[in-house]
């Protein structure tokens, strides 16, 4: 603070200013020491002023301390006030806070509560979601298993079916479906098996169809299946379901009777048999003819054993083919010796053919109003090399069996149209040599050609020669037969019906065929003129045969009594024991020269 | 036909009227709800495949029985059925819907269980059933 009053005094020219160059105190005078005194009572006084101001200033401070220390307390009271405010703030505060945190605790809360369930039903969704996946995926593994199983099942069955297929096939003919061989066998094993423990009989039956072999050679085999599988379905029809009928192969067929009473049972059984194949069987537009030759053997006579059973009844079948076919026969013990014989005969005409040991006879037909031979029958003779001179009888059936007939009939075919040709060449009156044509024969394809070129070969003008044929042949298939007997007749070959009336009961042929000659049949000819009906059926024959412009030839003449009734009857020629038998080709050569001798031809 | 001990055979022949006009139109409101039941569980492949296997079988003693394939729409797949049924008897038709019914439950019941296809047809014919029962039990 700035001194301003009390005394004037000035600092300007103040020589006790304490500096460094002022006298020292013991040395200054009176005045100076009363001017120092008065100073020194100024200073004092100025101090005194200066503590007079300090302690103003001080009051003044303290009492600008007290109003800063009210102005504090004041401060101090306003600031409880306002802490209470501010506490009462606070509290309000608080109560929002809490208000707010409460609601907000309620409104997280509820969010958490929504967030929850809004959890729980996006998992339940989501675990819809995969139960759907998991279903769907369910049913389609669920949809290939029962489709696999079900493949599975149809495919074992599959294999079941083949399976009993094959076991059907290895015991069943695939033509007719009938039990093979095999199946037989074993049902015969075992009906003799329980034959004998009862002590009871059983049948079999063997049966082989006549001339099949003409109708499969000459129709196709085609037609040869159909045929078999027709005869298979009626042999069928005519058994009971415990017998047993099955196809031996070819055209042989096997019955079994398991149980029988009485051979009589059999025997009706055979008949049905063959009565249900004697109607025509319509195949292919034809109306086929075949009938079948039964052999029948017993157990336990004939045959102890499935083997010797067949056999037995093989032979019976055999015998019944040689006393005419379409007929049945029980197995007799002689039988074997028959059989065994059979099987000779079949051995020795292959080596017959082979060593050329058949020869030719020749029986004359004549003309039976001028007497004077016209004809030749050539009959084939087996010249045995132990047994002699062997009749056609006895081995031209089993050459028909065996299929020997055909190389059989070529050679005869051949020898006749060169001895006519070589009588010819001798200068004997001419004639026409006829030779017997076998359905067999007359099926093969090169029939007409092998014909030719025999005719060819032996120089022997066609219309010397004449072929005869049984309606049975003539029978087989009417168009191609009919082709091939224009053929014939066009080269001028004559054709002649042999056995006339004693075959096929249809008579349309003789106007649809080019036939030029009947013969008729020796066993009408041979009760004539006694048995009225065969009078009157010869009669018949000669009047129709006339009638179609063909020449009628009676067959077996015999007797001068059935020579004049044939003459009466205006037959053209005869033929038989009568005029001449069948006899070498010199003698007939001789007889040629002599013609028939006139006490013969007088009646 | 063949009488059978087994309860699913039994419960087939007791929903088959003995003889009614509307032959066809009941055997294919059983099919329905059998189908939706065994599509439930096999898919309609299983199903299919099952019901053309049982047509099948019960052609060897039915043969008119409906042998075209079944069309594409679910909705149609009994349509052949209902037409063969309506071409025979109603005696006819019921019976052979009997046995078809028994032929497809033999297979299914070969496949998964007697037990479980037996729930299949209380699931698919509960109502029948049920009223079978109460029909016996009123008759006893």
């Known amino acids: ?603 | 036909m063949e009488t059978s001990n087994l309860v699913r055979h039994t419960i087939i022949q007791s929903l088959i009227p003995q003889s009614t006009e509307k032959a066809a139109g009941v055997a294919i409101d059983l099919w329905e709800r059998l189908a939706a039941q065994i599509n439930s569980i096999v898919g309609e492949g299983g199903f299919n495949s099952l019901y053309a296997r049982s047509l099948f079988l019960a052609q060897s003693t039915f043969p008119w029985l409906a042998a075209g394939p079944s069309p594409p729409q679910t909705d149609q797949r009994f349509t052949e059925l209902k037409m063969s049924f309506e071409g025979q008897t109603p005696a006819l038709a019921l019976e052979a819907n009997c046995l078809l019914l028994i032929t497809f439950t033999d297979i299914l019941a070969s496949l998964i269980g007697e037990s479980l296809t037996t729930r299949i047809l209380h699931s698919a014919w509960g109502d029948e059933i049920s009223n079978m029962a109460g029909m016996e039990l009123k008759n006893e």
Not at chain 1, 10 to 38: R, T, V
């Open chain 1, 1 to 603: 603070m700035k001194k301003t009053g009390n005394g004037g005094a000035s600092d300007a020219h103040d020589p006790l200013q304490p500096d460094g160059s002022g006298p020292h105190k013991d040395s200054l005078p009176a005045e100076l020491e009363n001017a120092i005194a008065y100073k020194e009572n100024a200073v004092i006084d100025a101090e005194t002023a200066i503590l007079s101001r300090e302690k103003l200033t001080t009051a003044r401070e303290e009492a600008v301390h007290l109003r800063e220390n009210a102005s504090t307390l004041r401060e101090y009271s306003v600031y409880p006030r306002e802490k209470a405010v501010q506490a009462r703030e606070d509290i309000a505060h608080l109560r929002e806070t809490a208000v707010q945190v409460a609601r907000e605790v309620d409104a997280h809360g509820r969010e958490v509560a929504a967030t929850s369930r809004g959890r729980e039903i996006h998992a339940a969704e989501r675990l819809q979601a995969v139960s759907d996946d998991h279903l769907s995926m369910l049913q389609e593994a669920n949809a290939h298993l029962v489709i696999a199983t079900i493949e599975a099942q149809k495919m074992a069955e599959q294999v079941q079916v083949a399976k009993e297929h094959l076991a059907h096939l290895a015991h069943h003919d695939i033509l007719t479906a009938l039990p093979n061989r095999l199946l037989l066998q074993d049902r015969l094993g075992q009906a003799i098996e329980l034959a004998r423990r009862h002590g009871r009989q059983l049948s079999v039956m063997f049966m082989d169809l006549d001339r099949f072999k003409y109708i499969n050679d000459s129709l196709g085999h085609a037609m040869g299946d159909q045929l078999l599988q027709s005869v298979a379905r009626r042999l069928r029809d005519c058994v009971r379901r415990s017998d047993t009928i099955s196809r031996q192969g070819g055209d042989e067929f096997m019955l079994l009777l398991p149980t029988i009473k009485h051979a009589e049972d059999v025997a009706l059984c055979a008949q049905k048999m063959l009565a249900a194949l004697a109607l025509p069987h319509r195949i292919g537009g034809h109306d086929l003819h075949i009938s079948v030759s039964i052999g029948i053997s017993i157990y336990p006579r004939d045959g102890q054993d499935g083997e010797t059973l067949i056999k037995s009844a093989d032979t019976a079948m055999y015998y019944a083919k040689e006393n005419g076919r379409n007929t049945y026969k029980f197995f007799e013990p002689a039988m074997n010796a028959r059989a065994i014989q059979r099987h000779s005969i079949e051995d020795g005409l292959r080596r017959a053919l082979e060593r050329q040991d058949f020869v030719l006879h020749y029986q004359p037909k004549i003309n039976l109003h001028s007497g004077v031979i016209v004809g030749a029958e050539a009959l084939i003779r087996w010249q045995h090399p132990k047994r002699g001179l062997v009749q056609p009888g006895q081995f031209v059936p089993i050459a028909e069996d065996s299929g020997l007939i055909l190389p059989m009939g070529r050679w005869m075919l051949r020898e006749a149209c060169l001895q006519a040709r070589a009588w010819l060449q001798a200068g004997l009156p001419p004639i026409s040599v006829a030779v017997n044509i076998s359905a067999l024969e007359f099926g093969a394809r090169d029939f007409l050609k092998n014909i030719r070129a025999t005719l060819e070969d032996t120089g022997l003008e066609p219309h010397c020669l004449e072929l005869e044929l049984t309606e049975s042949v003539l029978m087989q298939d009417a168009e191609p037969t009919n082709t091939l007997l224009k053929a014939l007749s066009e080269l001028g070959i004559k054709l002649a019906i042999d056995d006339f009336g004693t075959g096929y009961s249809s008579l349309s042929y003789l106007r649809q065929f080019p036939i030029h000659t009947l013969k008729i049949d020796q066993s009408f000819v041979s009760r004539i003129p006694g048995n009225t009906d065969d009078a009157t059926l010869v009669s018949a024959m000669i009047h129709m045969g006339k009638c179609l412009k063909l020449r009628v030839v009676a067959k077996g003449v015999e007797t001068p009594e059935q020579y004049a009734f044939l003459l009466a009857q205006q037959c053209d020629e005869g033929q038989g024991y009568y005029f001449g038998r069948p006899m070498v080709a010199e003698a007939f050569a001789v007889l040629l020269q002599t013609g028939i001798l006139p006490t013969i031809l007088r009646i």
